[in-house]
């Protein structure tokens, strides 16, 4: 019903197959979500290993 012929979709401006829904342009969408507890503490985790790790390579390189 609301699906225009391909040559006339640019002609009105629609360009994409399906009409315009609200949700589809949401911007309180919770997608992906906040991160989990875990995933945070494995982050915090690599970044300290990898700032030791640079540390003692430089304090290696500069001895």
């Known amino acids: 019903m609301n699906r225009l012929p391909e040559h006339r979709r640019a002609i009105h401006?629609?360009?994409w197959a399906r009409?315009?829904?609200?949700?589809d342009f949401?911007?309180?969408?919770?997608?992906p979500g906040r991160p989990r507890r875990w995933e945070t503490a494995a982050d915090i985790a690599l970044?300290?290993?990898?700032g030791v790790g640079l540390?003692?390579?430089m304090w290696e390189a500069m001895a």
């Open 19 to 23: 009409t315009w829904r609200h949700a």
């Open 13 to 15: 401006a629609r360009t």
């Open 47 to 50: 970044a300290l290993a990898i």
């Open 26 to 31: 949401d911007p309180i969408e919770r997608w």
């Open 55 to 57: 540390t003692l390579w």
